[in-house]
Nanobody, 115 residues
Framework: QVQLVESGGGLVQPGGSLRLSCTAS????????MNWYRQAPGKQRELVAT???????NYANSVKGRFTISRDNAKNTVYLQMNSLKPEDTAVYYC?????????WGQGTQVTVSS
């Protein structure tokens, strides 16, 4: 079956950095668009970053210039490098694999930005 497993979340001070990882199994990773979403308490889940199978990346305005998405198809892994973190980045971050109207989700990893 398909599994997406995120890791790398935690508690970090404002201005700090974290790198999230998501490793997939059960899919042909290279043909999927990989996304990072986040959901803060009381808010809707929002798309943070995208890396398509053709190598196109896109970011939410709120994270442009601070976050970088990358992928290693040989390792079936997508990453989210998060720099200059702000308290408003606090959320559960989810990995998503999407292709042809089919999507798979990871279990999420908590990121808390606080002093």
């Amino acid at each position: 079956q398909v599994q997406l497993v995120e890791s790398g979340g935690g508690l970090v001070q404002p201005g700090g950095s974290l790198r999230l990882s998501c490793t997939a199994s059960g899919i042909i990773f290279s043909i999927y668009t990989m996304n990072w979403y986040r959901q803060a308490p009381g808010k809707q889940r929002e798309l943070v970053a995208t890396f398509t199978s053709l190598g196109i990346t896109n970011y939410a305005n709120s994270v442009k210039g601070r976050f970088t998405i990358s992928r290693d198809n040989a390792k079936n892994t997508v990453y989210l490098q998060m720099n200059s973190l702000k308290p408003e980045d606090t959320a559960v971050y989810y990995c998503n694999a999407f292709r042809s109207a089919t999507g798979y989700w990871g279990q999420g990893t908590q990121v808390t930005v606080s002093s």
